[in-house]
């Protein structure tokens, strides 16, 4: 890596460690019980909260950061962008928002990487990229990384985070749920071996596609995981939900996931899986 | 008709429902009950019947006709148990190499505790999966309202066909213009920027054809007349599938939803 593209801005490549340098405050309050702490000590705390153990929303890149062995990621497909192809109004000004907003061109980072040695096909969607909507590109992007782990001969780990399908791409957005779940399938008959890591929150066309669709589905603790929204649902049946209710540990006990497994042993988890179907 | 207005046209009652394309197209149609799992969910009609000769699966989603009927059949809008016997059904027609025929007209899947404790996105996932490599066969109709991922679960087909006044959307226009706009009065605004009419779909490539419609359905001999062309146009569609190689229908049933999507390199 030259000097120069240390400051480039909005530096698209995990692999050559670029960052989006923005000046923001360096204190973080937790999502879950407001406590401030200096990034260091968060960082160090795998993005969960050191007093109450709730958890920072994890960018894309941060995941692959805590998650690839070091200087193994390589992207792939990182310019993709997508097309107002509806001529949506006010989409065009929402997909400059969001690449502004979080440094990256759409809403999922897919690439290689080797996770405690093992080789692996990996893709962690954008929870700042229009709420990780999925359109053509994150459509596109995920199948084609299926598409080549079938080729390769290589599993899949996935980190879902999603609102859905994406509203502004109009029904081209719910093809891709279709086109996505032919590729895993594809994967899955040819051997090939899938891991999804359910995070807060995964709703809609995501949920009712590529989510739930692992060999092995697992998610963090306390992720909203669901078809509908709550709104929605609260709204359709006029009364209030339980308290847990489409939480990772109420579909734990309704047996739609293997595990729920706390951040911290992600990364041993997911090597361990991926040793088992070498 | 404005597209909002289709829209409120395939709602309002005044449309033949999956139950009466059963009866006019095909006969000796013999329903059959049951996901195997849990309960029999009566938002989605299925069984065998005959095409002409030709015995085929026949799924649809049911609305209901009058209020009673209605409420019996859930309005269209499905629990995962009724996608889950759409699939067992489609599973049983493969294994007798029958053509699956499904009839599309939901609002959407069922929104509600129930449904999310038995798991409608597993659900709706697996029957997309599933249904891309079922070596059967597959035709689907949007007869009235396509909504949604509870929409497109019956619909990853070889060919989905639409009638002309149906649509077929990734989200209903009201909770997008809530959504965006929080304001589900400008629902109108949102049918037209979303292009969920048949002929938009048609032109983005979605579906491969428009079912002309009669004016009227309830006059009885235009209806006669739609239910008799569209039961020629199936006889011969359904016919064209089931010569076709196996290999090489799932390999085009799987490009045609590969295809889908608008997307650019960007050089910067």
């Known amino acids: ?278 | 008709m404005t597209i909002y207005e289709k829209i409120q046209y395939t709602r309002s009652g005044k449309r033949p429902t999956a139950a009466a394309y059963v009866d006019a197209i095909f006969h000796d149609f013999v329903q059959l009950h049951g996901d195997r799992r849990y309960g029999d969910d009566s938002a989605v009609i299925g069984g065998i019947a005959l095409l002409g000769d030709t015995p085929v699966t026949v799924i649809g989603i049911e609305k209901g006709t009058d209020t009673k009927d209605k409420i019996q059949h859930n309005f269209g809008q499905a629990n995962p148990e009724g996608y889950r016997k759409a699939l067992r059904l489609m599973r049983q027609a493969e294994k007798f190499h029958r053509p699956v025929i499904t009839l599309v007209d939901t609002a959407g899947a069922s929104c509600g505790i129930g449904a999310e404790e038995r798991g409608q996105g597993s659900a709706i996932a697996e029957n997309l999966y599933e249904m891309m490599t079922l070596k059967t066969p597959i035709l689907s109709m949007v007869i009235g309202e396509g909504g949604s991922g509870g929409a497109l679960a019956l619909a990853v087909a070889d060919a989905v066909w639409m009638l002309e006044n149906a649509y077929y959307s990734v989200v209903s226009p009201e909770g997008c213009a809530s959504i965006l706009w929080k304001d589900s009065a400008k629902a109108a605004e949102a049918a037209q920027a979303l292009r969920p009419d048949a002929q938009s779909l048609y032109e983005l490539g979605i579906i491969e054809k428009i079912i002309p419609e009669p004016e009227d359905f309830s006059q009885e001999d235009a209806k006669k007349t739609f239910f008799h062309s569209l039961k020629e146009d199936l006889s011969k569609e359904i016919c064209r599938l089931q010569k076709e190689d196996l290999d090489v229908l799932l390999a085009a049933r799987y490009e045609k939803f590969r295809k889908v999507g608008a997307y650019d390199r960007n050089h910067h």
């Not at chain 1, 759409?106 to 692996?120: A, F, M, R, S, W």
């Open chain 1, 1 to 278: 890596m030259d000097l120069k593209s240390l400051f480039k801005k909005a530096g698209n490549t995990l692999e050559g460690g670029v960052r989006v340098v923005k000046k923001r405050s360096s204190t973080l309050s937790c999502p879950r019980c407001g406590s401030e702490y200096d990034k260091e000590s968060v960082l160090k705390n795998y993005w969960a909260c050191p007093r109450c153990g709730g958890y920072f929303r994890m960018s894309a890149r941060r995941r692959l950061r805590f998650l690839c062995d070091e200087g193994t990621f390589r992207e792939l497909d990182g310019d993709l962008v997508s097309e107002d192809i509806l001529h949506f109004p006010g989409y065009g000004e929402k997909l400059a928002k969001a690449t502004e907003k979080c440094g990256q061109k759409e809403g999922v980072l897919c690439g290689t990487c080797k996770i405690d040695g093992q080789n692996t096909c990996i893709f962690a969607m954008e929870p700042d990229f229009m709420m990780g909507s999925m359109g053509s590109v994150v459509g596109e992007k995920i199948t084609r990384l299926f598409e080549y782990a079938t080729e390769q001969a290589l599993p899949v780990v996935g980190f879902t985070v999603s609102g859905g399908a994406r509203m502004q791409e109009g029904i081209v957005s719910l093809m891709q749920m279709a086109k996505v779940s032919g590729a895993v399938k594809r994967h899955s008959d040819a051997g090939g071996f899938y891991l999804t890591v359910i995070t807060n929150p995964t709703t809609g066309g995501v949920t009712a596609s590529f989510a739930m669709l692992g060999d092995v589905i697992i998610a963090e603790p306390g992720a909203l995981i669901g078809f509908a929204g709550p709104r929605v649902i609260e709204q359709t049946i006029r009364q209030s939900l339980p308290k847990g209710f489409q939480r990772s540990d109420f579909l734990l006990s309704h047996g739609f996931l293997d595990a729920v497994v706390p951040r911290q042993e992600l990364k041993d988890f997911i090597g361990k899986m991926l040793r088992f179907h070498v």
